[in-house]
DNA sequence: TGTCACGGTGACGAATCCGTCACATTTCAT
DNA sequence: ATGAAATGTGACGGATTCGTCACCGTGACA
């Protein structure tokens, strides 16, 4: 959850990459391109921001080299969007003051990553490949998960859904979450489908399937550590 | 250059390879097989470790899975050295979670030659789940392809391929690396699959399916920039 | 130019995967 | 205790995936 500033004269794109952007639990503020930029970033202080540069009028370049040449916004991120066909040497110069840029069209769901990844390398949390949990080792890379030791076969799904768990164990996942970080938002597949791909986990996870736990009327849990069982 | 640490009984066998690999520039320490493994693992810190796997004590075994288990240790990278006909079900079942392995006898040239591959392998591992090859970015989190920002579905198989091919990308994959790459060392899979789901790749990319050169003889490369056809 | 090995390709059958449904079981409020 | 709602579970069929094979095209080399 990150406040982003999106910098975007068109409407309608800045309406749906914002969409997109709190549709995945970012905050995002929209403005024009224009002169009032500055004054919003030093107000909002965005942790990143996302700027059209309208090459034509070379605005965008203008507010770019502000930010960077004052002090108190030249360490925000800055991913830039250009039109396709104007990745020129304008730009190309450009570009290493900028974090990353990305060149029209493209999906907010690339631009989400993109913002995903910048915000990742600033805040110097490295995404590590394999993820320790108690009993458990996912390796990402490989697609691989490891119950003391020994590998077990997960489908692409099963992999997915346990990783989500996982990322955030001892966290509650509601069914909403869970159906749109595994199978994406716009897919219509039935709340029911959670439950037997949540069976089959349990069922290859063997007495460990403990792990997954039910959250009655929410969603799912995974437990690294079990409470243990109460004494008769 | 790289610090090895060698886990075996015999000590010619352990002074053989140590030499070889001094030789080649690493630096290696040998110790036995035995309860002081761990600790040495954690003093020395080592890249790689190669563990010779006493099948009829099983402490080779155990030691694997105790390092596999440990969060400190589980991601050192472990060849495993067995005498030859005991690649039996124990093996195959542990293989999975090891780099590679070798049947005794083997050349201390080819030992040194899987070290290599190993570390070159391990060394190039991006910890961060979006790699971008010119118009190609590869998601691992979400196993997704995008080209020039559209999404591509890819099955497990055909994103592992090309993950491994755009991970060393500009650099010739042979067969062998790509078949135990993807596939795991015991996979008897024909070579032709390869061929078949490289095939299947460059369906789905289209156009850009060129960025898949085919090494004649040797395997196949990643692109990520393609040479400029010569003007006639 | 002819030969042959290597890689490209299309097809096919088996296996797996996956979403859905119906029914069973559990949980909770009343 | 009872009924409704939520969840567990087994089964089914369609879709996808995957490994293999036979045949074809092509490049390398003599």
Chains 1, 2 share one sequence.
Not at 72 to 92: C, E, F, Y
Not at 115 to 122: D, Q, T
Not at 131 to 138: A, E, K, P, W
Not at 147 to 171: C, H, R, V, Y
Request: glycine content about 6%; overall charge neutral; aromatic content about 4%.
């Amino acid at each position: 959850m990150s406040k982003i500033l999106i910098v975007e004269d068109e409407a309608d794109i800045a309406e749906l990459i914002s969409l997109h952007l709190s549709r995945e639990g970012h905050e995002a503020i929209c403005i024009g391109n224009g002169l009032q930029v500055m004054p919003a970033v030093l107000a909002q202080q965005p942790e990143l921001i996302v700027l059209d540069i309208m090459l034509p009028g070379l605005d965008g370049m203008q507010i770019f080299k502000r930010l960077r040449a004052d002090t108190r916004t030249a360490t925000i991120p800055v991913i830039i969007l250009t039109a396709k066909g104007q990745v020129t040497d304008k730009i190309a110069g450009l570009e290493l003051g900028a974090d990353d840029y990305l060149t029209k069209p493209f999906s907010p769901r690339e631009l989400y990553l993109r913002i995903s990844a910048v915000l990742r390398r600033v805040k110097k949390v490295t995404h590590v490949s394999e993820i320790q949990r108690g009993r458990f080792m996912l390796d990402r890379k490989n697609m691989k998960l490891f119950l003391d030791g020994s590998p077990l076969d997960l489908t692409t799904i099963e992999f997915k859904l346990l990783t989500t768990l996982m990322e955030n164990d001892n966290a509650v996942h509601n069914r909403a979450d869970l159906l749109r970080d595994v199978w994406g938002y716009n897919s219509d597949v039935a709340t029911r489908t959670l439950d037997t791909h949540i069976k089959r986990l349990r069922e290859k996870l063997g007495a460990a399937g403990d792990h997954i736990v039910t959250i009655r009327g929410t969603g799912f849990q995974f437990q690294t550590e079990l409470a243990a069982p109460l004494p008769a």
